[in-house]
C-alpha cells in the first residue's frame, strides 16, 4: 500500500477506506504501522480542513440542563442569586473563574467550553 499526502476531500475518503481495511491490525505489524501513520494523516488533515470550534459556554449550559432536567432554580447553588443566573443565560455578565468550577464540577461541562473563545477583532 502506497502511503500519500492528504490535499483533499477525495484523497481524504481514499485514506478513510484504507483506514477501515487496516482496523484491528496485529500490532507491530507493518500494516499497524501504516494504519498509525493513515491516521495521523487524517487527523491532520481534519483538524485544518473541518476543524469543530468550541460551543458557546451559555449554550453548553443550557443543553446540559436539558439533558439532564435542570430548570434555572437549579443553577443558583452554582452560579449565585436568580438574577444572577439570569443575567449569565442572558450573556450580560460574564462566568467567573468560581462559576466555572462549579459548573464543571456539578455538570460535566469542560472548563475550556465554559471559559469560551476570545472575541475576535474586527
Same mark, same amino acid.
Given at each position: 500500500m502506497k502511503l500519500e499526502p492528504i490535499r483533499n476531500d477525495r484523497d481524504h475518503r481514499r485514506a478513510? !477506506?484504507? *483506514?477501515? &481495511? %487496516?482496523? +484491528?491490525? @496485529? @500490532? +507491530? $505489524?507493518p500494516e499497524? &504501522?501504516? %494504519?498509525? *501513520? %493513515?491516521v495521523t494523516l487524517v487527523d491532520a488533515y481534519e483538524a485544518q480542513h473541518h476543524a469543530i470550534d468550541r460551543p458557546d459556554p451559555v449554550e453548553a449550559i443550557r443543553f446540559r440542563m436539558e439533558q439532564e432536567g435542570l430548570t434555572r432554580s437549579d443553577l443558583e &447553588?452554582? #452560579? +449565585? $442569586? =436568580?438574577? =444572577?443566573v439570569s443575567e449569565i443565560?442572558? =450573556? !450580560? @455578565?460574564?462566568?467567573?473563574?468560581?462559576? #466555572? =468550577? !462549579?459548573? !464543571?464540577d456539578a455538570l460535566g461541562i469542560s472548563a475550556d467550553v465554559l471559559i469560551g473563545r476570545e472575541p475576535s477583532a474586527a
Open positions: 478513510l !477506506r484504507q *483506514i477501515e &481495511k %487496516l482496523w +484491528g491490525a @496485529r @500490532r +507491530g $505489524s499497524a &504501522k501504516t %494504519l498509525e *501513520i %493513515l &447553588k452554582l #452560579i +449565585g $442569586s =436568580r438574577a =444572577r443565560l442572558n =450573556r !450580560r @455578565r460574564p462566568l467567573t473563574v468560581a462559576m #466555572i =468550577r !462549579r459548573l !464543571r
